[in-house]
């Protein structure tokens, strides 16, 4: 295994300026002192995450976790944001593996904490990580940890996702004063200056945690929050495959939620808050409206025009259709507003 991972990074990973090409990456776990800004992950990730599971389904957890454990090492050397990609795929198996205990995953863990590089605050994501592991023994334990945490490192677009985490785990305890709270001050570091895709990935994450705690609520506002908010997860998922330069993705998710591969329409959450609304009778035509809004006319909001959104490979196009289709990645996320407007208009013709 340590050699197929050897020559798939000889022949594979392409070395930046602030890596040394020449130095054959190793599996040595010393200390990650951190000279230089961390190489971001190509790629050849997502393919080695993939390879995983195909390990895990033909050879079983331990064999991944090995395949893991090796390729983690050499992240961890390379001080290649890819580590917390690998890690995040290397714990959870690792809970199944019948030759790890919880100690020995705790304690792997806390060795790749303490050695992660400070060059980028990427890497602070796996804190998360170790939050949910902990959670697993105790989820008092898992708060205190994550509270801990964001004492050393105050609040920020930093620990965005560390503060919604905290939001999660006090919905669990049912203690939705506390969710509630940090959930607000995750919400102050939506800026649209960020990247397009990574505000639209912090939004959608945002309004699944809150739909999950108003999902808990006993009142008729609270489940018509769910609603709003189970809605706007979906609108910003869509959201996330819009770019007319790869308009195709956007159709393929379009299909995986009218072919119920993907969505909502069946979770528990969904149909009981219909049925405490009284709506359940209204199930496919509040569907309808939705679908119809996030699929035909948020694109037209959020920038993307009629003969972009229905594109097909091979259809002539000016140059300047091509550049516009270029820039629109590049273009701010402004339009939530908007959105959100029009999908708590809707929620209200039929719960007010």
Same mark, same amino acid.
């Given at each position: 295994?340590?050699?197929?991972?050897?020559?798939?990074?000889?022949?594979?990973?392409?070395? $930046?300026?602030?890596? +040394?090409?020449?130095?054959?990456?190793?599996?040595?776990?010393?200390?990650?002192? $951190?000279?230089?800004?961390?190489?971001?992950?190509?790629?050849?990730?997502?393919?080695?995450? &993939?390879?995983?599971?195909?390990?895990?389904?033909?050879?079983?957890?331990?064999? @991944?976790?090995?395949?893991?454990?090796?390729?983690?090492?050499?992240?961890?050397?390379? #001080?290649?944001?890819?580590?917390?990609?690998? !890690?995040?795929?290397?714990?959870?198996?690792?809970?199944?593996?019948?030759?790890?205990?919880?100690?020995?995953?705790?304690?792997?863990?806390?060795? &790749?904490?303490?050695?992660?590089?400070?060059?980028?605050?990427?890497?602070?994501?796996?804190?998360?990580?170790? @939050?949910?592991?902990?959670?697993?023994?105790?989820?008092? #334990?898992?708060? *205190?940890?994550?509270?801990?945490?964001?004492?050393?490192?105050?609040?920020?677009?930093?620990?965005?996702?560390?503060? !919604? /985490?905290?939001?999660?785990?006090?919905?669990?305890?049912?203690?939705?004063? =506390?969710?509630?709270?940090?959930?607000?001050?995750?919400?102050?570091?939506?800026?649209?200056? &960020?990247?397009?895709?990574?505000?639209?990935?912090?939004?959608?994450?945002?309004?699944?945690?809150?739909?999950? !705690?108003?999902?808990?609520? +006993?009142?008729?506002?609270?489940? $018509?929050?769910?609603?709003?908010?189970? %809605?706007? #997860?979906?609108?910003?998922?869509? *959201?996330?495959?819009?770019?007319?330069?790869?308009?195709?993705? %956007?159709?393929?998710?379009?299909?995986?939620?009218?072919?119920?591969?993907?969505?909502?329409?069946?979770?528990?959450? %969904?149909?009981?808050?219909?049925?405490?609304?009284? !709506?359940?009778?209204? /199930? *496919?035509?509040?569907?309808? =409206?939705?679908?119809?809004?996030?699929?035909?006319?948020?694109?037209?909001?959020?920038?993307?025009?009629?003969?972009?959104?229905?594109?097909?490979?091979?259809?002539?196009?000016?140059?300047? #259709?091509?550049?516009?289709?270029?820039?629109?990645?590049? /273009?701010?996320?402004?339009?939530?507003?908007? &959105?959100?407007?029009?999908?708590?208009?809707?929620?209200?013709?039929?719960?007010?």
């Amino acid at each position: 295994m340590l050699e197929f991972l050897r020559k798939w990074f000889s022949g594979n990973v392409r070395h $930046s300026g602030n890596t +040394k090409a020449s130095t054959e990456p190793t599996l040595d776990l010393g200390p990650a002192v $951190s000279h230089t800004r961390p190489r971001r992950p190509d790629a050849d990730v997502h393919r080695l995450m &993939i390879q995983a599971t195909g390990i895990r389904r033909e050879k079983g957890y331990t064999e @991944a976790v090995h395949f893991l454990k090796d390729l983690a090492g050499i992240y961890l050397q390379q #001080e290649n944001t890819a580590l917390v990609t690998c !890690i995040n795929k290397l714990i959870p198996y690792m809970k199944k593996d019948t030759e790890e205990t919880y100690s020995s995953t705790y304690d792997y863990l806390v060795d &790749i904490l303490r050695k992660i590089p400070a060059a980028d605050p990427y890497f602070l994501n796996l804190h998360i990580t170790m @939050a949910e592991l902990i959670e697993v023994k105790n989820r008092r #334990e898992a708060i *205190a940890y994550l509270e801990n945490f964001l004492r050393e490192h105050p609040p920020s677009a930093d620990t965005y996702y560390h503060l !919604i /985490k905290l939001g999660d785990f006090y919905g669990n305890e049912g203690e939705m004063h =506390k969710a509630r709270e940090y959930l607000q001050r995750a919400k102050t570091f939506w800026d649209t200056g &960020i990247n397009r895709s990574l505000l639209i990935r912090m939004q959608r994450r945002w309004f699944r945690s809150a739909a999950n !705690i108003a999902a808990r609520g +006993k009142s008729r506002k609270e489940q $018509s929050d769910y609603l709003t908010y189970r %809605f706007l #997860e979906f609108a910003m998922d869509m *959201a996330r495959v819009l770019d007319p330069a790869q308009i195709g993705d %956007f159709h393929k998710r379009k299909d995986q939620y009218f072919n119920k591969v993907r969505g909502f329409e069946e979770q528990e959450s %969904f149909l009981c808050a219909l049925d405490f609304l009284g !709506i359940q009778d209204k /199930k *496919a035509e509040v569907l309808g =409206k939705v679908y119809g809004f996030v699929f035909e006319e948020m694109p037209v909001i959020m920038g993307v025009t009629e003969t972009q959104l229905r594109y097909h490979p091979g259809q002539p196009e000016s140059l300047e #259709e091509v550049r516009q289709k270029k820039i629109f990645a590049e /273009k701010p996320f402004t339009e939530l507003d908007q &959105i959100e407007q029009h999908i708590q208009q809707l929620i209200n013709r039929y719960t007010l």
